[in-house]
T-cell receptor, first 113, second 112 residues
Framework: ELKVEQNPLFLSMQEGKNYTIYCNYS?????LYWYRQDPGKSLESLFV?????AVKQEGRLMASLDTKARLSTLHITAAVHDLSATYFC?????????????FGKGNQVVVIP | NAGVTQTPKFQVLKTGQSMTLQCAQDMNHEYMSWYRQDPGMGLRLIHYSVGAGITDQGEVPNGYNVSRSTTEDFPLRLLSAAPSQTSVYFC???????????FGNGTRLTVT
C-alpha cells in the first residue's frame, strides 16, 4: 500500500525567512504533484514533477523530486503572508496516472509578520 | 470557461436518505474523479472514470455509486447516507494521466 507522509504537518513561518517542507512516499513512483488549498477553498495545482531530479519553480516556491530517495521537497524563499495555505503532495499510486493518486495529509503553513 | 462545477455547495441529509452530487466539466477532459476530504486525512479517492462509459473504484467506494454517460458529467450517488459520510466532497478532472487535476469548489455534506 502506498503511503504518503508530509512533514511537518503544521509550520509557522516568519515573513522573510526560508523554509522547506517534505513529502515522503513508500513505493516506487515517477510522478508527484503539489497542490495548494486555502482555508475553505478548493485545491489548485502548483507543480507536476515527472522524473527523477525534476525541479520546478514558481515565484517564491520551488519543488524538487528525488525518486530514489522517494522524497519531494517544497522550498519557500522569503516567506510572505500570501503563502499561508495547506500544501498537499500527491503521488501516482502505480503508474495509473491521476486516477490512482495518493494524497498526503498536507502541510499547513501559517506565515506571520 | 467554467472549469469544474459542483452542485450543491452545501447539503444536510438525514441518515438513510439518498442524494446525488453533481459534477460537470466543460474542458473536454477524459479523466474525472471524486474525492472526499476529512480533517487531518488528506484526500481519499472514491471513484474515478477514464472516459464515458468507464468507471472504477478508488480507495473508499463503499456507499457510493457513479456513472459516466457523457464526457462532461460525473455524478456521485449516496445510496443510503450515514453519519460517516459527513465530509467535503471534491470532483476533479484532468486532460490525461500526467496533467494536473482541476478541482471543483466542493460540496460540504452533513449527515445527521
Amino acid at each position: 500500500e502506498l503511503k504518503v507522509e508530509q512533514n511537518p504537518l503544521f509550520l509557522s513561518m516568519q515573513e522573510g525567512k526560508n523554509y522547506t517542507i517534505y513529502c515522503n512516499y513508500s513505493t516506487t513512483s515517477d510522478r508527484l504533484y503539489w497542490y495548494r488549498q486555502d482555508p475553505g477553498k478548493s485545491l489548485e495545482s502548483l507543480f507536476v514533477l515527472l522524473s527523477n531530479g525534476a525541479v520546478k519553480q514558481e515565484g517564491r516556491l520551488m519543488a524538487s523530486l528525488d525518486t530514489k530517495a522517494r522524497l519531494s521537497t517544497l522550498h519557500i524563499t522569503a516567506a510572505v503572508h500570501d503563502l499561508s495555505a495547506t500544501y498537499f503532495c500527491a503521488v501516482d499510486r502505480a503508474n495509473y496516472g491521476n486516477n490512482r493518486l495518493a494524497f498526503g495529509k498536507g502541510n499547513q503553513v501559517v506565515v506571520i509578520p | 470557461n467554467a472549469g469544474v462545477t459542483q452542485t450543491p455547495k452545501f447539503q444536510v441529509l438525514k441518515t438513510g436518505q439518498s442524494m446525488t452530487l453533481q459534477c460537470a466539466q466543460d474542458m473536454n477532459h477524459e479523466y474525472m474523479s471524486w474525492y472526499r476530504q476529512d480533517p487531518g486525512m488528506g484526500l481519499r479517492l472514491i471513484h474515478y472514470s477514464v472516459g464515458a462509459g468507464i468507471t472504477d473504484q478508488g480507495e473508499v467506494p463503499n456507499g457510493y455509486n457513479v456513472s459516466r454517460s457523457t464526457t462532461e458529467d460525473f455524478p456521485l450517488r449516496l445510496l443510503s447516507a450515514a453519519p460517516s459520510q459527513t465530509s467535503v466532497y471534491f470532483c476533479a478532472s484532468s486532460y490525461d494521466g500526467n496533467s494536473p487535476l482541476h478541482f471543483g469548489n466542493g460540496t460540504r455534506l452533513t449527515v445527521t
